[in-house]
């Protein structure tokens, strides 16, 4: 065992009935790291997150958090790991205050004891202190969550998809809380759907139908992207796109906010060139006079599709 | 220790806050002895009588009042004619018809007719045995009198003294009181339904709601979970029985006759098996919804319907007779009324506590090992 | 002709203001996307507008009903879809089409051609018979959009419909939003995802109740100065005094 591994995976497996939920993941998460599992809906993130934290048992393939096996010393990792699941799990009828005091005397604390460590959050809806959390807005319900999970200053905190549903705002102070979190010391394993927080993350895993596609760090993700992407802007976008699927030289091609991101078949820096002016003459010929063309340089998203077959 | 205090000042914030729940949980016992007690009493009273008298003499003349005086009857009509008295069945405007035979004095053993309304068998038997008891009662007195009378005079015949009859005592419930089968009845439908239905209600909450999964992964203990869920619950049907019995006492006349004690002692040995049972739904029902059916049809059925609290058990199928000693209602409504009515002491129910304790013992033995420390 | 048309929209719970004079209209076609942060009152007003809530104050008029009085009309010229509850998920596809056709009033012959071309368009014609459930959430998203607008309303109200789904299939379902609004029917989204919000046509964002910009995603991101409409969504939002 690596020392400063503090979560271990290997070709760990889980079904439920049919369906498998996840197929021979493997994976080392070192100490301190904030790890990211970037996938949408059904890729097995919450079932990932399951059997690190004792809850479920794996079908086949070892797992261990801390050196301890996620089997036999289930006990022991319940003790030193913080779990936020995806529902904020919080007692609804319970006040802010309430729902903190709670779980950390659960947890054999007091809030006091580590108020340093949430108090960043904390202060933040501390002014509600006295409100139920079942009145709380989606991101003072996240904070209020975060709290609890902290509040006995896990060594690994586990946190399945706390931005989903999050408006950008509140999504970019979360990130910057977790930021505060790591410089602590605490070795952090979150998931979200949303493919523009990978760049947050010190590595991430793309993962899609309970598979692993990928692992690495953000910017060694996107170096692996082989093509030449383009960004391709024009004013009538949906026309447009319609055109650029229908250009023979052409890969895939996806809209991505204000451009349309394509990429082509040819993938020789030579042929490029010739291929991207004859997309120019292509257009052209097709009306259109407001067109620009631009190499960009691929997002996380844009690596995620490139991995999954065409659906 | 300071988990579990933690954990069960929660629970109470739950139940306390659920104002809607807990009102329903502290009226149910008044509303269901009040329901009982008064609005589906199955005792007689006041029922309609009518009388076709053949003879019209002193006799008859004093059976008819006795019986309009007794609480139990109200003289409807007196009828001249047997068709009267059928057209009053058929209107339902009576339930009991007392024919006189002419000359009803004079002939010492003419006998009555008694006719009933029998659409509800249960109480037309009861109806012409409270009548016939009447009857009897009036020919004993007049008997008693007669003896006295020919006792006096020398010359007269001492034959009709030589009549036995038999004295009818009711033990324990003198008056029929029906309270006296139904307090212990709903003191067992309400344990079963606050600890049972409630224990398992609320922890199903919580896996519904997901903080079961952040328990789970926490140092807490399983048991103290188990233990602050069951709490409150076991002190709500406290008072609950302490409600009941106030209400039977006070409101309606039952007494109280043996050890208070042991009477509370038997409740929570009785309220911990509810607890198990709830505990055993709980880690089969995934949905608070599942577990309020669960509860519903496994546990609150049998109480209603198998535990003699209703039908008496000696008149069930064989198979229902032995099916009604896995019911642990039947096992506490037998202590209950052999401790409260018949001031029994516990030497007396050792039979009925034993039973008790051994589905205690079951119960948590396999809610406990059922009782998961994972998802599934 | 606007489908869409409020003037001074308000919504007060006790003396909180959840929706704050709003005013703004919805083209017929017209892709308007309608953001805003947690808590700023888009759930609030999408509900005045589908009919399910009446306005404190104000005007609003939706497909040319009026939003006090005429809720049962309006009901029957909307479509509306929200990422939590779209389809029943123990009913099959066709069961699900056919509910939902038969709720809005389509007719036996109608509906089975419409079912058809649906199941034709999504590429679900093999999963016909498939319980709702099994389906993973991208396809759910892009049927339950289908029948949202199955029976051709004049506008369709999507609620953070593509949260969670995966990016090909994001995308997909932009694109069958581009065919409705083709097709005439006007679509009011809203969403968590920035790059959607350039897909639309016009939109608007919300910051404590009021809108406080509303124009093409091409002149706010000139106004603001801004790269793209992320940065122009954190340059409203960050106002925000409220956390609801």
Known sequence: MNKSNTINLSGIHKNYGKVNALQDISLDIKSGELFGLIGPDGAGKTTLFRILTTLLLPDSGKASVCGLDVVRDYREIRRRVGYMPGRFSLYQDLTVEENLTFFATVFNTTIEENYDLIRDIYIQIEPFKTRKAGKLSGGMKQKLALSCALIHRPEVLFLDEPTTGVDPVSRVEFWDMLDRLKQQGITILVSTPYMDEASRCDRIALMRTGKCLSVDTPAGIRSTFSRLLLAVRSASMYRLLEDLRAFPGTYSCYAFGDAHHLTLKEESDAGVSSVVSGLETYLQAKGYTDVSIESIKPTIEDCFMALQPEA | MKQFISFLRKEFYHIFRDK?????????????????GYAITTEIKSVQVAVLDQSRDEATTRIIDRIGASEY?????????????????????????????????????????????????????????????????????RQSEMNAVTAQSPGGNGQLSAGITPVVH????????????????????????????????????????????????SPMKPIYIILAKAAPYLLLSLVNIIT?????????????????????????????????????????????????????????????????????????????????????????????KDVMIKGLSAGAIWKEVSVLAFMVVVLIVVSVKRFKIRLE | MNVIETENLTK??????????????????????????????????????????????????????????????????????????????????????????????LSGKQLAAKTDELLRVLSLESERNTLVDA???????????????????????????????????????????????????????????????????????????????????????????????NEVFHALARKAKRGE
Not at chain 2, 81 to 89: T, V
Not at chain 2, 125 to 130: H, M, P, V
Not at chain 2, 174 to 193: C, Q, R, T
Not at chain 3, 65 to 76: A, L, P, Q
């Open chain 2, 244 to 336: 009941i019995l106030a209400l039977s006492y006070f409101l309606l006349d039952v007494p109280i006759a043996g050890s208070l004690t042991l009477l509370i002692a038997i409740s929570i040995l009785y309220a911990l098996v509810a607890l198990c049972l709830g505990l055993l739904i709980s880690t089969i029902a995934n949905t608070q919804q599942a577990a309020m059916l669960v509860s519903a049809v496994v546990l609150m059925l049998p109480v209603m319907l198998l535990s003699g609290m209703v039908f008496p058990i000696e008149n069930m199928p064989v198979i229902l007779q032995w099916l009604s000693n896995i019911v642990p209602a039947k096992w506490y409504i037998i202590a209950v």
């Open chain 3, 135 to 229: 389906l993973p959430l991208g396809w759910k998203q892009k049927l339950a959009f289908s029948v949202a607008v199955l029976h051709e309303p004049r506008v369709v109200f999507l609620d953070e419909p593509t949260g969670g789904v995966d990016p090909v299939t994001r995308r997909q379902f932009w694109e069958l939003i581009y065919q409705a609004a083709e097709r005439g029917i006007t679509v009011f989204v809203t969403t968590h995802y920035m790059d959607e919000a350039e897909y639309c046509n016009r939109v608007s964002i919300m910051v404590d109740g009021k809108i406080e910009a509303l124009d093409s995603p091409q002149a706010l991101k000139s106004t603001f100065q801004a790269k793209n409409m």
């Open chain 3, 12 to 105: 007060r719970f006790g003396n909180f203001t959840a929706v704050d004079h709003i005013s703004f209209t919805v083209g017929e076609g017209e892709i308007f996307g309608f953001l805003g942060a947690n808590g700023a009152g888009k759930t609030t007003a999408m509900r005045m507008l589908c009919g399910l809530s009446v306005p404190t104050s104000g005007e609003a008029h939706v497909a040319g009903f009026d939003v006090y009085r005429e809720t049962e009309s309006i009901k029957k010229h909307i479509g509306y879809m929200s990422q939590k509850f779209s389809l029943y998920g123990d009913l099959k596809v066709w069961e699900n089409i056919r509910l939902f056709g038969g709720i809005y009033g």
């Open chain 2, 170 to 217: 009711l033990l324990y419930n003198p008056l029929m009181k029906g309270a006296y089968n139904f307090v212990p009845g709903v003191m067992g439908l309400i344990l079963m339904l606050i600890c049972a239905l409630m224990t398992s209600v609320g922890i199903v909450k919580e896996k519904e709601i997901g903080t079961m999964e952040v328990l789970l992964v």
């Open chain 2, 20 to 36: 809607r729940t807990m009102l329903i949980l502290l009226a149910m016992p008044v509303i269901l002895i009040v329901l009982f």
């Open chain 2, 73 to 141: 009857f109200e003289l409807y009509k007196v009828l001249d004619s047997y068709e009267e008295g059928e057209a009053l069945f058929r209107q339902g405007k009576i339930r009991l018809l007392l024919v006189f035979p002419p000359r009803y004095a004079s002939s010492s053993d003419a006998p009555v007719q008694l006719l009933a309304d029998a659409t509800d068998p249960n109480e037309a038997t009861q109806i012409t045995s409270y009548a016939t008891a009447i009857i009897s009662q009036w020919k004993m007195e």
